[in-house]
């Protein structure tokens, strides 16, 4: 009542059962109402008067392209730096000082899949799941380097939502060769939706909307579920972390931890040049001096369309959700993020599914009509004492899966046809000998296991026991 969520307090006295009012009484006793009504009061409120919702107004900041000092670009990166850098990394691999951190809070719903992201299969000839994937990149890159394990410690962020199903996925296919001393499930913090008068929103009559806070919550989540002392305690120095929905995403990559240990940057983002001066990507940019990353909508048309004398487009560095972080950046951040629980949170206007009280049925709205808070991982950027950039090239890297199948953009059809596109280069290039073009259909895949290649070495193996022959697609190499 204190807070203006007298709502609830009603709705619980009109639930019938005892298993409902139970339910949503344990939803109810979980939430900071304290916390919501401060973010309501301090960040929306006076947009929402005017049915607009966008962050306090501040002060114009300045938006400047990130030092050149600290882009590392393909074209400037000779043979011999790329072999000291990868062999830098496999040695750090090798001796047991990087881990592996997979922002998996995501479920997948947009692609039709009610269930982890994680766990979708988008179709390649071993039917794989993301997960798999991923479990079996990490696998083959500790082999590499080395690692008297073949493992490296695998912390895997959740939510509230898919928590408990992606644990139990991987118990039932046996952690994918990994054990529990290797693997760590944790989840993140989820907060209730409001609507835009401050109420917190029903999803149904008997449970509140409630979602992931966003991957800013990364930094305190690994502190309070114990994740930065089992890294101290398994000596690890340096976190490779990557989004689960792209499926190109190099786990562990050993060149990409080489560059950052060799120049003592705590945080290496990866990034790949906009395709287009509008391309809906986040940008690398220096925010008032600090280093940050914006929307393309941030800056003016006049910045989007600015080039180099090289004829580059100066804000050109999008992010991918791949980056190496330095464990004592980790701990720094998570304890700025404990101490200012309130001052980093973003808001974002969303359409939310709702229970309707008065004709008792969930409604989808076709408007924004609700408001969720997230922190974002970047607004720990400043407090690096030194960050760098690392180009990758998007074809080898960067395949998203956002969208539903049949998308033409960052859909499952797109992702399979650039990991087709990919491996039959890698086989190409190894001597085999392949008729046809590789496309996303079910009779033109290739496919190449991620326990055979990491990144399209060892496969001179597969073209010499294919001597004289021509391969038809689909093919698939798994051993």
Known sequence: VNYNQAHLLIQLQELSTTEDREQLLQQIATVDFELINFLYNKKCKNEVQINTVEEVP??????????????QKI?????????????????LIKNNKVGVLLLAGGQGSRLGFEHPKGMYNISLPSNKTLFQIFAERIRRVAELAGNPSKLLPWYIMTSSVNHEETKQYFWDNNYFGFNDEYIKFFPQASLPAIDLNGKVILETASSLFMAPNGNGDMYEALLRNGIIDDMNNKGVEYIYVVGIDNILGKLA???????????????VSKWVPKISPTESVGIHVLRNGQPSIIEYSEISKEQATEVNSEGE?????????????????????????????????HVAKKKITYYDRESKTQVKPTQSNGIKFELFMFDAYPLAKSMGLFEVIRAEEFAPIKNAPGSKEDSPDTARELVAQLHYSWLKNAGVSIAGIPSSEANSLCEVSPLVSYEGEGLEKVASRNKGVELQLPIHIDE
């Open 58 to 71: 501040k002060q114009q900041d300045k938006i400047e392209p990130f030092p050149n000092n600290q882009i």
């Open 253 to 267: 990559d050993p060149t990409c931890l080489g560059y950052c240990a060799k120049n003592d940057f705590q945080i």
């Open 313 to 345: 487009l100066v804000f050109t560095h999008s992010n991918i959700l791949n980056l190496v972080l330095r464990r004592d950046f980790i701990q720094a951040a998570a304890d700025a993020f404990k101490g200012d629980p309130e001052g980093s949170y």
């Open 75 to 91: 074209k400037n990166l000779t043979p011999t730096q790329r072999q000291e850098y990868r062999t830098h990394g496999l040695n």
